[in-house]
């Protein structure tokens, strides 16, 4: 299509605001599985446009991100309430796009996909400016108040990014996304979550890898489906979290995933009601001492099971 300047859309999301021992699991073969029936409907991004600095708006166009997320709020007053604050305080200004670079850049807001639309970043690597997208830096990098690199809208995917240091907060996915081909070189607090006011649904994340999350890999505060297949990562505190305290349904499918460095568990959960399904997966935990009864930290025995 041609014309557009590739200036990215900047839109303000908030309500107003401008602020912007080891173990090792058994061996298996690595089946081919198709994508998730989720986030089918994506419109592809025009090929030939030119690269911006906050990547390409193909795909945004006559669409109004701010309305679209505050669109999503959700019914229960309580989650409404820390939806907005989120908005405001954590997400600030987005900018909507649906293809990246395909080259190294520095991004100051996070990238804003919109429902049923894939994100292609053309295997470009990301970094997020410290001060505007306010990553913690300081050990641990636990605050939670960081910008995350990416909104994912419902049925939205992303594919071919790599995330640089400081993770920051990550990529935030309402519900319904594939998650394909993203490298997470320094995660820090987390690499990927769902938060409690988000929709949920299912959740892929394929051929990818994560490295240093300070706390978990990947963090669920509402109920999902989750596919975890063909990933690696390395030094992590969990590889899976459902949020403490939570006993809402979590499924998690782990096909063909290696884990070394885990501290703390591979799945950590207080649910009843989580179920895990693994085949081919392979972990080693830091330090010594039998961590048998880490590596499904806390979830029901029998809700585990190989494949
Ligand atoms: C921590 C924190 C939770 C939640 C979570 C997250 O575990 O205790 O309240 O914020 O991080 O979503 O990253
Ligand atoms: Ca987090």
Redesign the pocket.
Same mark, same amino acid.
């Given at each position: 299509m041609g014309g557009h300047a590739g200036v990215g859309a900047q839109v303000d999301a908030g309500l107003g605001s401008q602020s912007a021992g080891m173990h090792a699991g058994s061996a298996g073969s690595a089946g081919t599985s198709p994508m998730m029936e989720g986030g089918t409907g994506a419109i592809d991004a025009e090929p030939g446009g030119g690269a911006a600095d906050n990547g390409m708006a193909v795909g945004c166009t006559s669409l109004d991100p701010a309305q679209i997320l505050r669109d999503l709020a959700p019914k229960d007053a309580d989650l409404a309430g820390d939806y907005a604050d989120y908005l405001t305080d954590e997400l600030g200004t987005v900018t909507c796009a649906t293809e990246g670079t395909g080259g190294p850049r520095t991004i100051t807001q996070p990238i804003f996909v919109p429902p049923g639309m894939e994100y292609d970043g053309r295997g470009e690597t990301l970094t997020a400016d410290v001060a505007a997208m306010r990553c913690d830096t300081s050990e641990g990098e636990q605050a *939670?108040s960081q910008r995350p690199y990416f909104v994912l809208a419902p049925g939205a995917s992303i594919k071919n990014v790599t995330i640089t240091y400081p993770g920051c907060e990550g990529i935030h996915m309402m519900g319904d996304n594939l998650l394909d081909h993203i490298t997470w070189q320094d995660a820090g *607090? @987390?690499a990927a979550?769902v !938060?409690s006011y988000f929709p949920g649904g299912k959740i892929a994340i394929t051929n990818s890898e994560g490295h240093k999350a300070a @706390?978990?890999m990947f963090?669920f &505060?509402a109920p999902c489906d989750v596919r975890i297949e063909r990933f690696s990562g390395s030094d992590m505190g969990k590889l899976v !979290?459902q &949020?403490?305290g939570t006993e809402f349904e979590l499924k998690i499918d782990l096909n063909t995933v290696s884990v070394t460095g885990v501290i703390s568990a591979v799945v950590q959960s207080d649910s009843p009601l989580c179920f895990v399904r693994h085949h081919a997966l392979s972990y080693a935990f830091t330090g010594s001492g039998d961590k048998a009864d880490r590596v499904f930290r806390d979830v029901p025995p029998g809700n585990v099971s190989e494949y």
């Open positions: *939670e *607090e @987390d979550s !938060r @706390d978990k963090q &505060n !979290r &949020n403490g």
